[in-house]
């Protein structure tokens, strides 16, 4: 019976990897990683293919990539040369939205925590609420790695189903008068040299008050540094292109080899989607009504929709608050704002883990 047990484990995970190939090829929710992850999945639960056993290809990615945490630092590159700072510039203080819009990191791990879990494991449920893929695979893989292959798939399926929780919670939150407020949009000229010295300047100031999360940061405005200096284009080309193509693979087949039968399907597991659903309402909740509160305190010249962009689900935040505000007013443009506070929730996401990384071993002396 044992024996009949695991090989219908296998089956079940098998057909997971199937769907998850279905939703990003039928529905096109983040295929880039998650048809290497069906596809490792699926080949992991194959009876005696051992490839997650020692000298089995998928373990030595597994080893080499994810131990070593070397390939979510490489996609942080690859990120980082595709980022645009330019819409922060012109409104630095929207990094001020993004912060409350990532209040659902610390309260699910409170949550996940009251329910028995340990603080590694809460971490790492947590840091979902970072709408971050590379961000929520770092962290897990130094304090989770049993759950690495469960919080990947929420972090990215739900990234793709951002619009879904997004426009029910923007009219919930906010009156018709809010979300059909105008802002005004008055591009600037930014010389060259600040785009240059912005990268290093976020990277000393996050390496010295959080320091354990250096690597995140530090790779993602090195990636940003290359695109923007000037001088190595076929590097910051190749960052935003051949690096971010390879690694992604790589890390997508991995992690759908962590998705084993017997360690993904448990109690925990189902833990995981639900926890993660419930961050990503609360940092679009708290996000909205941040804007919410900042329309009030500037006379009604902030429309509340963009405080649910400063999450880092780039740029599809951004458009989705667009789309809403035009489907009240269909001359009502906002996409450039949404667009400054969402490249700062890309900012604010990075920093939030290196918190979670620098402040837990404090706390719980991990």
């Known amino acids: 019976m044992d024996f009949l047990l695991a090989y219908l484990g296998n089956v079940v995970m098998i057909i997971v990897g199937v769907v998850l190939i279905l939703l990003a090829i039928k529905k096109g929710y983040e295929p880039l990683l998650l048809i290497p992850i069906g596809f490792g999945a699926i080949l992991v639960n194959i009876p005696y293919g051992e490839l997650m056993e020692v000298g089995g290809f998928l373990r030595y990615l597994y080893d080499y990539g994810i131990i070593t ?82 919080v990947t798939v929420a972090a990215y399926t739900y990234i793709s189903v951002v619009p879904i929780l997004q426009v029910p919670l923007s009219k919930i939150l906010l009156s018709k008068k809010e979300r059909l407020v105008r802002m005004e949009y008055k591009p600037g000229s ?95 909740s708290c996000g909205l009504l941040a804007a919410k509160l900042a329309y009030y305190v500037t006379g009604g010249k902030i429309n509340p929709l963009i405080g649910a962009t400063g999450i880092s689900a780039f740029p599809m935040a951004a458009r989705t608050a667009h789309l809403i505000a035009r489907q009240e007013d269909p001359d009502n443009w906002i996409l450039m704002q949404a667009m400054a506070a969402n490249t700062g929730g890309q900012i604010t996401s990075v920093i939030a883990g290196a918190v979670v990384l620098s402040l837990l071993p404090i706390f719980f002396q991990l």
């Open 69 to 150: 945490e070397l390939f979510p630092i490489l996609i942080f590159i690859g990120i980082g040369a595709m980022l645009d700072f330019t819409p922060l510039f012109e409104r630095p203080w929207y990094l001020l939205i993004t912060i409350p819009a990532h209040l659902g990191i610390p309260i699910t791990m409170l949550l996940a925590l009251s329910f028995g879990l340990d603080p590694g494991a809460a971490a790492s449920i947590g840091i979902i609420g970072a709408m971050d893929g590379p961000t929520a695979i770092f962290v897990t893989s130094k304090y989770a790695r049993d759950l690495l292959g469960p």
């Open 190 to 284: 930014f010389p060259r040299t600040l785009k240059i010295v912005f990268p290093l300047l976020v990277t000393l100031t996050i390496g010295v008050l959080a320091p354990k999360g250096l690597p995140l940061i530090g790779a993602l405005m090195f990636g940003n540094f290359l695109k923007e200096v000037g001088v190595v284009e076929r590097l910051a080309k190749s960052a935003q292109n051949e690096l971010s193509n390879i690694v992604t693979l790589l890390l997508g087949i991995t992690i759908g080899g962590t998705m084993i039968a017997e360690k993904f399907l448990n109690i925990v597991t189902l833990m995981v989607f639900g926890f993660g659903v419930v961050a990503f309402i609360i940092d679009l």
